[in-house]
């Protein structure tokens, strides 16, 4: 009997941005007609005994080895998933020459078989903090990696002056811009890690037990909310299929604003203001992603604490401006 070996379809990995995505390219085959055993198949018949029939594939020992390193290849990216951020770079240098194009190919089917929306953003993030990752150890291997203080000072940098002392506000008006962009490129890295932000903890109790330095502790307050607004922004939940979710999208708006603007944005947003959210359907998708957050953090971690009480801050803020309407309006 002849075998009939299943065609798979060339596949590539598009990088687009900062995002990738995988890219089936189905290229256009001509069946050409085949026996199997007294039946001839034609390029029509073919397709339709394939839909009823299991295809037997010849597997050599080429496809038995490729088996074997897909195998090997899913390992790592289970352990790379499972590994947190101050062991994440360690990984990766221990296995720096398994990230080559299968990698890369293996790590972009998982992301777009993915189940849920939610396990497709883990993947999609994990791959943009691989490559940053591996693009540091590759190209950047002979300098030390800046540690937690270093990296403190330095998203601190614009915002302190010559005789290091940090007024607050800043008197630079691009100073917070330019921290913001630090603290981006720093998480961009892979360096917020736990280290770091335990650091900024360190140095925030510090400040608050000398109570003589109210500009760093306003600043390392700025860093927590800064790095909170950021990670959190990573994840959408705005859109549910075609349907835009007007009080998701509010609360993603005040997320990413800076907090000296949240006043402005609950009162042109609520219904008790000018807008068409309510106070109690911006409550509840507050304390859904409050649960989201508790769910896809490691519990008791300073990652969790900071962004939990960046959307606690959220809403008080939110019940504060409700209750100073309600007063006007009575």
Known sequence: MAVVAAAV?????????SKFHLCSCMMF???NNIELGERRLSSLN???????????CAVGKDAEKSFKQMVEVDRLIDLLRDTDDKELRKVVAENIFAFNESFWIRLAARTETCKSEDDKKDYEELAETLMVVVDRLVHKTNESIDSATDVLKAILKPVVEKDEEIPWPPRDPNALTLMQNELNQREQEGQLDEGFLSEVNA??????EDGDKPGLEAMLQKVYQLYASRVLSKRSYA???NKVLKSELFLETLIQAPEAEWNAILIDGLTIGKGDISPEEL?????KRVERTLIRTDGGSYQQRVLIEYLKGIQARA???????QGKTQ
């Open 203 to 208: 140095q925030l109790r510090q400040a608050k």
């Open 9 to 17: 379809p060339p596949t590539t990995v598009c990088f687009i941005g």
């Open 283 to 287: 409550d509840g998708v507050i304390k």
């Open 46 to 56: 073919l397709v339709g005994w394939r839909q009823r029939t299991n295809l037997i």
């Open 29 to 31: 085959r001509r069946w």
């Open 319 to 325: 019940e504060e401006v409700v209750r100073v309407l």
């Open 239 to 241: 859109k549910k299929g």
